[in-house]
């Protein structure tokens, strides 16, 4: 039986079961879009299908990708600031490369993270000032890494789930880069858009039954 569930407008999810005939299968890819396109936000969690040679299409579509496939695309500069540095002069370098954190690099050695959030709870908030207080004073040490070949989706439900923004990527001991939530949302809604593009061409009989 083939199975497919797609979250509709309000945040439930539309769970549809049956087995197409092989001469229904273009109706079958129609209903499949016509679902996907409801909401504002687009997701395909889950499509397994009996019959591949009709819409392999979709079977083969990888909904995720890998951390890797998203540093491809980034910019190779690691932006990173000393532990000795004050939170201003670490606030005043996100603002100018546009980031909402920086690692802590201290003798090419990785030794935390400071945030926007790092600033605003623990300097703002507490009445104490920017140029007075230094990164070590208030950057995350407790650091939970990613590995490139780690999937956009296993990631992403990690950042959700502990409440974390960026993520610093380690490959054999070695620092590649760093990512965000940000980054995560904009692969899969870039994976979704392909997605549909494929399924609009299959409905325009693009691809063989």
Not at 48 to 61: E, F, G, K, N, T
Not at 98 to 110: D, H
Not at 186 to 201: F, G, N, R
Request: net charge neutral.
């Amino acid at each position: 039986m083939s199975l497919f569930k797609v979250p509709d407008t309000v945040g439930e999810e539309l769970t549809q079961s049956f087995e197409p005939p092989p001469a229904e299968s273009r109706t079958f890819a129609r209903r499949l879009f016509a679902l996907a396109a409801r909401g504002s936000k687009i997701f395909l969690r889950q499509i397994v299908l009996r019959r591949p040679r009709s819409l392999d299409i979709l079977a083969a579509m990888d909904v995720s990708g890998t951390i890797e496939a998203i540093l491809s695309q980034k910019d190779a500069q690691i932006w990173s600031v000393s532990p000795d540095a004050t939170v201003y002069e670490a606030i005043a370098l996100m603002a100018e490369k546009n980031v909402g954190a920086l690692l802590v690099m201290q003798g090419g050695k990785l030794v935390g993270i400071v945030s926007e959030r790092d600033y605003s709870r623990k300097v703002m908030l507490k009445g104490k000032t920017s140029r007075n207080s230094f990164v070590h004073e208030i950057m995350t040490t407790e650091l939970t890494t990613a590995n490139p070949r780690e999937t956009v989706e296993e990631c992403l439900r990690f950042m959700t789930d502990k409440r974390i923004r960026h993520l610093p990527v380690v490959a054999e001991g070695e620092l590649r880069g760093v990512i965000s939530i940000g980054d995560l949302v904009k692969q899969v809604i870039s994976v979704q858009s392909a997605t549909l593009e494929q399924l609009k061409d299959y409905i325009a009989g693009g691809y063989p039954s």
